[in-house]
């Protein structure tokens, strides 16, 4: 069993910047770890993702086009935390956030496919303003 609780999420102008974390706790293991969000009215959407390994943490980041050169995925081993750092935020990015993870590996081949994944933290909001 994974655990994950997501903090870091607010409300900032847009061109601001936020940092998310999620801290897994549990049992570790080799897999893929990552950030979703759902506005109202949408489907849930990946944002960041990336392949982790039991041994030596972070591995392949993979970004949905709507966030590449404005986010940063990035995982501390030691803590077991993936971070989201968000910059040059806009309105559109406006969501609940939440972290996922799933071990081993991939169902569909998939990693920015929200069906690859297990386990699911309960999501931190975070509300850009123009």
């Known amino acids: 069993q994974v655990q994950l609780v997501e903090s870091g999420g607010g409300s900032v102008q847009a061109g601001g910047s936020l940092r998310l974390s999620c801290e897994a706790s549990?049992?570790?293991?080799?897999?893929?770890m990552g950030w979703f969000r759902q506005a109202p009215g949408k489907e849930r959407e990946a944002v960041a993702v990336?392949?982790?390994?039991?041994?030596?943490?972070?591995?392949?980041?993979y970004y949905a086009e709507s966030v590449k050169g404005r986010f940063t995925i990035s995982h501390d081993h030691a803590k077991n935390t993936l971070y989201l750092q968000m910059n040059s935020l806009k309105p559109a990015d406006t969501a609940m956030y939440y972290c996922?993870?799933?071990?081993?590996?991939?169902?569909?081949?998939?990693?920015?496919?929200?069906?690859?994944?297990?386990?699911w933290g309960q999501g931190t909001q975070v509300t850009i303003s123009s």
């Open positions: 996922a993870f799933r071990d081993g590996g991939l169902r569909y081949g998939d990693p920015l496919r929200s069906d690859e994944y297990k386990y």
């Open positions: 549990g049992n570790r293991y080799s897999g893929y």
């Open positions: 990336m392949s982790i390994s039991f041994y030596t943490g972070g591995r392949m980041s």
